[in-house]
């Protein structure tokens, strides 16, 4: 068993920047792959970023590439995602996500534990 807490959402303007962090609980979160998802209102839950367990494969979603960062402390249990050059259509609320096994993925479904989310608002 795997819990997530997400933290570091809030209100910032169009071009500032935000740190995500998910902690988690668990004895498999060191071995376990880490993905962010996001949700605006209305629109479908989509695809941010992913990490390995041990940090060496990291995929962005094309929205994104360039200015997240998704990385993690094992020590720490914590996973991160930086974000940078925000927009206003990055507003949603961020959800972590943590799948057994080493294998990083995009979808969803295949993610075995989620958190609770943190919500960032762009304002432009």
């Known amino acids: 068993q795997v819990q997530l807490v997400e933290s570091g959402g809030g209100l910032v303007q169009a071009g500032g920047s935000l740190r995500l962090s998910c902690q988690a609980s668990?004895?498999?979160?060191?071995?376990?792959?880490v993905g962010w998802f996001r949700q605006a209102p209305g629109k479908e839950r989509e695809f941010v970023a992913t990490?390995?367990?041990?940090?060496?494969?990291?995929y962005y979603a094309d929205s994104v590439k360039g200015r997240f960062t998704i990385s993690r402390d094992n020590a720490k249990n914590t996973v991160y995602l930086e974000m940078k050059s925000l927009k206003p259509e990055d507003t949603a609320a961020y959800y972590c996500?943590?799948?057994?096994?080493?294998?990083?993925?995009?979808?969803?479904?295949?993610?075995?534990?989620w958190g609770q989310g943190t919500q960032v608002t762009v304002s432009s």
């Open positions: 990490i390995s367990w041990s940090g060496g494969v990291t």
């Open positions: 996500a943590a799948r057994e096994g080493m294998a990083t993925s995009r979808a969803g479904p295949s993610y075995d534990y």
């Open positions: 668990g004895r498999t979160f060191s071995t376990s792959a």
